[in-house]
């Protein structure tokens, strides 16, 4: 069985239709449905009650939980002397709160089942971005929470991936402001290629760990 959050849209969503291409089980964790072949649990991953009460349902499954792939996350905006409290919290409710929740509360059967733990960053988890100082901060966390994950998971067959990919063309600029900036940025990665990447490490012999891994976007000058 694989976990992924975010499993309706972009990376997530590139991610369950591959694994499910390959025939493997896999359960979407998201507010809107997953696409066919993908079992879906509705859950808001910004509410700690929908969190605990879907990380139950895998819990409870007979199934072992061959990874957890955490790739929800959203984007916020605002200048350093404009942050808000509500946006602050809604950015690390989902993309910091909501995986450390997720692994806390499976800890027990990734343990038992030897489970591969991906928690997709952003290379923004290593340098700052302009105007998006919530965002940058959410990914540093993630980081840092991950190195604990590594841990904590040291001695047991999990692997625990720190994967820090660069812009890729998403939605996630766009449902943050409203605007799309893709064009400006010249050509972007895909998320099926960044998917397809994903896989591939998870694909290594169980004896080899990719900690962490940067993907940068090559920018080509014409």
């Known amino acids: 069985m694989i976990v992924i959050t975010g499993a309706s849209d972009g990376l997530g969503k590139e991610l369950a239709a591959l694994y499910v291409t390959t025939g493997k089980r896999v359960v979407g964790l998201s507010r809107s449905a997953c696409a066919d ?3 879906h649990i509705a859950t808001d991953l910004s509410d700690a009650q929908q969190i605990a009460a879907a990380a139950k349902r895998i819990n ?3 199934e072992p939980l061959e990874a957890l792939i ?3 996350g959203i984007l916020s905006r605002e200048q350093l002397d404009n ?7 809604r950015v690390m409710d989902t993309n910091l709160k909501a995986p450390m929740l997720m692994t806390s509360s499976l800890m027990s059967k990734i343990k038992r089942d030897g489970a591969d733990v991906v928690y997709v960053s952003s290379t923004y988890g290593l340098k700052p971005g302009p105007d998006e100082s919530a965002y940058t901060a959410s990914k540093w966390g993630l980081r840092g929470f991950c190195a604990s994950v590594q841990q904590e998971l040291k001695s047991y067959p999990s692997r625990v991936i720190s994967f820090c990919p660069g812009a890729f063309d ?3 600029f766009i449902k943050a402001t ?3 900036n893709s064009a400006t940025k010249g ?3 895909t998320p099926s290629d960044v998917a397809r990447l994903i896989k591939q490490v998870l694909d290594l012999p169980k004896i080899m760990e990719v900690s ?3 993907i940068n976007r090559k920018q080509v000058r014409v």
């Open 60 to 62: 409870d499954d007979t």
């Open 170 to 172: 998403s939605k996630i």
């Open 187 to 189: 050509p972007m990665m």
């Open 178 to 180: 409203g605007t799309d």
């Open 70 to 72: 955490n790739c929800a």
């Open 37 to 39: 072949g993908v079992e």
């Open 212 to 214: 962490e891994i940067v």
């Open 83 to 89: 942050l808000t409290a509500e946006a602050v919290g």
